[in-house]
């Protein structure tokens, strides 16, 4: 993976984790951020996979996970750049990361709305 794509990728972890870049579920392992301005649609896919290995004279699963980053132009339609985390390991482990904090900071704002919608302790 180039190293610019690397940088951008890198700054929407640091947006995400930050706040300033909010994701949206599409189902339970697909994420979309849509960028107001220019517009843009940032789509981040897990998918699981499994595959026999031989440990030992033994066949076991290997359980894993690959990521698939697309960035979509809606002004055409056009798919303007797509990772493939099983093409490459090191853009699938810095996409793993931007997952994982897509997934912390929907929790957290999730657990602050909870905590928000709660009435007031009550002093006894």
Known sequence: MASQLQSWIQRVIVGTQD?????TPQNPTVFLWESPNP??????QRTDQSEQVA???RQSVRKYSVYFLSVINPANLQNVVTVRGDADPDANKQLETLYEAIQARIERETLDFLNAI???DKKD
């Open 39 to 44: 517009p843009g649609k940032v789509f981040l």
């Open 55 to 57: 440990e030992g004279g």
């Open 118 to 120: 709660l009435p007031p």
């Open 19 to 23: 706040g300033s870049i909010k994701w």
